[in-house]
Every structure is written in structure tokens, then in C-alpha cells.
């Protein structure tokens, strides 16, 4: 199977950084679409950011221009850096991949992600 381990969140504060990590394993293959979503309490899970084949990335709306999404084939990583966080950012934040092999997503525990203002 595949499986997923995020890290990286915290508590930070608004204006503040941090740099989220997913360090998967299995049969993960570097055509393999990445990404990871967030949720918060009373809301639906959303997409954050996703990194698709031939490393084409998609962002949402609202971590556009502060956010960046990246791969690591060979450790079979995918990491999200984001910068100026606001209070609306906090959620508990999970990596997704699409695996072409069980042709299925697989989802990691979660990390959370604290703003303070």
C-alpha cells in the first residue's frame, strides 16, 4: 500500500512561514499527482495545491502568490512552502496521491496549521 507522513506544521503567527513536507512510500511513481488540502472545523476538506504530471501545479485562490508546491522524485516527497499566513489558514492540512498503480488516492494523518493573530 501506500502510505503518507506529513510534517512541518505548528503555530505560527500571521505574516509568519512554514514549510510543510510529505515523505510517502509504496509504489509511488513520479507521474504520480500530489497534493495537499487543508480542513477546519465546520468546513469541507479544499484544495490547497496540486502537482500533477510533468510537475504541472495548481493552486487555489487564496495561496496564490504565496504558496509553492514542489516535488522530490527521488525521495518521493512532496513539500509546501507558505509564507504570509493568516488566521484563515489555519487547518489541519493533509497530503493526497493519486497512485496510477491501485488507481486510488491515499491520504496522510494530517498536520496542523495554527495562525494566531
Known amino acids: 500500500q501506500v502510505q503518507l507522513v506529513e510534517s512541518g506544521g505548528g503555530l505560527v503567527q500571521t505574516g509568519g512561514s512554514l514549510r510543510l513536507s510529505c515523505a510517502a512510500s509504496?509504489?509511488?511513481?513520479?507521474?504520480?499527482?500530489m497534493g495537499w488540502y487543508r480542513q477546519a472545523p465546520g468546513n469541507q476538506r479544499e484544495l490547497v495545491a496540486r502537482?500533477?504530471?510533468?510537475?504541472?501545479?495548481n493552486y487555489a485562490d487564496f495561496v496564490k502568490g504565496r504558496s509553492t508546491i514542489s516535488r522530490d522524485n527521488a525521495k518521493n516527497t512532496v513539500s509546501l512552502q507558505m509564507n504570509s499566513l493568516k488566521p484563515e489558514d489555519t487547518a489541519m492540512y493533509y497530503c493526497?496521491?493519486?497512485?496510477?498503480?491501485?488507481?486510488?488516492?491515499?491520504w496522510g494523518q494530517g498536520t496542523q496549521v495554527t495562525v494566531s493573530s
Open positions: 493526497n496521491v493519486y497512485s496510477r498503480y491501485y488507481w486510488n488516492d491515499f
Open positions: 509504496g509504489r509511488i511513481f513520479s507521474r504520480d499527482a
Open positions: 502537482i500533477t504530471t510533468g510537475d504541472s501545479t
